[in-house]
């Protein structure tokens, strides 16, 4: 993380050192077009998009550790091993606690089905499953006993 921040750091300070350049540069030469202003200007664009990759990178990390936690506080409350809230009954859903295993395995299954959906053909998935009216996923046992 701290390589993450340090290179949008970098980024950032090599982008407003750029933007200076640029504007240094258009005032030394009176607000004429010369070669010195549009190097200049190139390379704050060529900064711009520097920066804008930093950030980038740097948002995709962060939603990459959201999604990380989010699923790491999903599998502590389906098995159990959240320890409760003081005060809270540790039964308050009085559901069962599932393996982690159980978890992933229906996450993967419903990923799958949203991608389906997406590509479009939710209306032919139901050629390639053979019991249409079967409970939510066949290929899990504990689905069929449910």
């Known amino acids: 993380m701290d390589s993450i921040v340090d290179a949008l750091n970098n980024a950032y300070q090599d982008f407003v050192a750029a933007a200076a ?4 540069s258009k005032e ?26 930093a950030c980038d990178q740097a948002e995709e990390f962060v939603e990459s550790v959201k999604q990380r936690i989010g699923s790491e506080c999903l599998v502590d409350e389906a098995t159990g091993s959240v320890s ?3 005060g809270q009954s540790s039964a308050t859903s009085g559901l069962q606690p599932i393996s982690a295993v159980r978890l ?7 990923r799958w089905l949203v991608i389906e959906l997406q590509h479009g053909s939710g209306a032919s998935s139901a050629s390639t499953h053979p019991n249409p009216s079967a409970p939510f996923d066949a290929r899990f046992t504990e689905d069929a006993t449910q």
């Open 104 to 110: 992933e395995q229906m996450s993967k299954a419903v």
């Open 28 to 53: 030394s030469s009176n607000g004429q077009k010369t070669v010195a202003t549009d190097a200049a200007l190139e390379n704050f664009k060529q900064r711009w998009e520097l920066f804008r990759v």
């Open 84 to 86: 409760g809230k003081p």
């Open 21 to 24: 350049a640029a504007l240094e």
